[in-house]
């Protein structure tokens, strides 16, 4: 979810805009954990539903 905001961070050369941003990517991930168990289920459920 921050791939393209990481991407224009680093890209401005913005030393303050690039630390704000992985704060925030590490806040989210903190709070969210490892997502990758949670998206294989739904993959799983979007392949049942198409199969229909």
């Excluded at 690039?18 to 989210?28: F, I, N």
């Amino acid at each position: 979810m921050y791939g393209v905001a990481m991407q224009q961070a680093a890209a401005s050369g913005d030393i303050s805009r690039m630390k704000e941003v992985c704060r925030q990517a590490e806040d989210y991930l903190e709070k969210v954990g490892d997502i990758s168990a949670a998206l294989q289920v739904l993959k799983v459920e979007i392949a049942k539903l198409e199969k229909k």
